[in-house]
């Protein structure tokens, strides 16, 4: 039976949810289960702290597709749980290195479409927070799945394969779509979001990297999960740590 201490299941409406996972130091991820006329995906796996997928199972019994916005541990480390993971190559590396060699995978590239079945999701590659960071863009419903490259949380900049100039390209690259979603589902903090956050991370991205903003002490429990050279930038809709 599914453990909803662990757990929190918010419909958003009638073909998708919000499964919030508890993991370690009070830190918590937005998982989605996105629901179609013959298929499922599951967006993200949260951190394995339960088993995600009782939870998926009394929510639906369609077959489910799992995708990764990207392989950080808190959105991958459900995965065993499901068959293969669906992420974008440049991930590969760093989730098999994780997770284990042996861990399926399949290929997620730019322009792909996720077809449900009367719901259709497109791939759009957005490096930066990762290298290989995703995005789903739900056109026909105006949605934008950001997971933590759009969001009004944390996005964490400063370990290796993270880069801001990336980063502000990847969200430039977002603004060309903007005019086809009015909401943002982020991975973590507000979990509905109006598209405007997109220009406030991307505006707030510039500043850092111009010197325009000074970075300040992490918090914690962030920051036990950087460097000490890190410092945290909080502007605007956005807090970057790097």
């Known amino acids: 039976m599914a453990d909803y201490s662990i757990h929190t299941v918010t419909p958003i409406d009638a073909t998708c949810s919000s499964i919030r996972e508890l993991g370690d ?14 298929k499922a995906m599951l967006l993200d796996s949260g951190f394995g702290k339960g088993n995600i997928k009782e939870v998926v199972d009394g929510l639906t019994d369609l077959p489910v597709i799992l995708v ?23 991930e590969f590396d760093r989730y098999h290195q994780d997770v284990g060699g042996n861990a399926p995978v399949e290929a997620l590239w730019e322009g792909d479409i996720i077809d449900l079945g ?25 949605i934008l799945f950001g997971g933590d490259s759009v969001q009004d949380d944390i996005i964490f900049m400063g370990n290796a394969g993270r880069n801001i100039p990336a980063y ?27 598209n405007s956050i ?10 850092l990297r111009s010197g325009e903003i000074k970075g300040g002490p992490i918090p914690p429990p962030f920051n036990s999960h950087m460097p000490p050279e890190a410092k945290l930038y909080v502007f605007g809709a956005a807090k970057l740590i790097c």
């Open 118 to 142: 009367g719901r259709r999701l497109e791939v759009i590659h957005v490096p930066g927070h990762t290298p290989g960071s995703i995005v789903l863009l739900d056109a026909e419903n105006r």
């Open 25 to 38: 130091d009070q830190l918590s991820v937005s998982c989605f289960l996105v629901t179609g006329k013959e």
């Open 198 to 207: 997109l220009d406030d991370v991307l505006n707030d991205a510039i500043k």
């Open 168 to 194: 502000i390209e990847s969200m430039k690259k977002l603004t060309k779509f903007k005019s086809r979603f009015d909401k943002v589902y982020g991975a973590h903090g507000t979990t509905v979001l109006d």
């Open 68 to 90: 990764n916005t990207h392989a950080d541990m808190d959105h991958s480390h459900g995965n065993r749980l499901f068959g293969p993971a669906h992420m974008h190559p440049a």
